[in-house]
């Protein structure tokens, strides 16, 4: 929990240890291969998933593409969801 919000330690460490191995940098090779399969486990998303993953894209340094390739990623399972939802 940070400033009264929830979110997943795991991703969060996930994106720390990233940056220390990554020359400080979240790459999209990492991105695409260790951070979204374990935000997307199964194909669901918890809202605190999602959460977190802003959260991580506002607070750690991801490279413009590992950026770019994750906020594709949510807004596509978010018109998914909306999708389904209807």
Request: glycine share 4%; aromatic share 8%; net charge positive.
């Amino acid at each position: 929990t940070i400033d009264g919000v929830r979110y997943k330690r795991e991703i969060l460490e996930l994106c720390r240890n990233a940056m220390k191995e990554g020359n400080h940098r979240i790459s999209k090779t990492f991105a695409e291969t260790e951070l979204w399969p374990k935000i997307s486990d199964g194909d669901i998303i918890t809202d605190t998933e999602r959460k977190t993953l802003v959260f991580a894209i506002e607070h750690f340094h991801f490279t413009p593409p590992a950026k770019t390739l994750l906020t594709e990623k949510i807004k596509t399972w978010e018109n998914n969801r909306h999708h389904h939802n209807k």
